[in-house]
């Protein structure tokens, strides 16, 4: 059996999606029941990684565990949560995490994704750690102003930067989860391509009426983002966003190396999620 935490986000619920069509046994744990129906014979157990306490009973019985933490995991007991998996006779841990603890080693506000590798790399249980890039499914911030006024306004306009689709980051997630050959491993998965937040407006807006790019300062786009994301987080972002350091733009190899296949581009996501932007 295999646990899905994070289950009904970008990530959890494809790779539910994807260990479903595979044939595996699958729980997925979110903190409330889904919105939308799971597959056929997928079971649903409402957990919170921010109880530990509760997360054995959660565990018992699965041979692999999925470590999604919401955010970077701020307020989170990673050593706690690792524990109840190995209290529960898991076998397997596959991490989600993020580049930036390779590029920005010094980043404060990812000391806890940090504290989560470095737990689950001493667990003596078999683990692989997956750092994704920024996600093309940060384009769904800008649906509602594509819907309502066709135009987009987002910072950094052309820094070019390979987003990764959610739906490879679960492909490669389903085959850490499921193979044995990835034990130890840390992959950087990044899209096959760097685009620009005024590219992937376009491409994101490519239904109905051209889409009006409205390039924002970084005081305005911040002004923004801290409504519904942590100060810290935002400003790393656009740290990030703004002044990409060489690895942040470059072509992981990771995704087509695990896949066999190349990453999605940004257009296949957007061509697949159009639907939101009409």
Known sequence: MIVVTGATGNVGRALVEALAAAGEDVTAVSRRAPEAALPAGVRHQVADLGRPERL???????????????GVGEEL???????AAVAAGVRRLVLQSSQLLGTRPESASHG??????????ASGLEWTVLRP???????????ESVRTARSVAAPFADVAMPVVDPADIADVAAAALREDVHHGRTYVLTGPAAVTPREQAAL?????????FVAQSRAEARAELVRFLPEAAVDGMLDVMGEPRADERRVSPDVERVLGRPGRPFSAWAERNAFAFA
């Open 56 to 70: 054995k009973a959660v565990f018992d019985g699965a041979d692999a565990v999925y470590l999604l933490v919401g």
């Open 77 to 83: 007991r990673p050593r706690e949560i690792v524990d």
């Open 112 to 121: 806890p994704l940090r504290e989560f590798e470095a737990a689950v790399r």
């Open 133 to 143: 890039s920024g996600f093309a499914s940060n384009a769904f911030l800008w649906a």
């Open 204 to 212: 994101a807006g490519a239904v109905g009426a051209p889409v009006r």
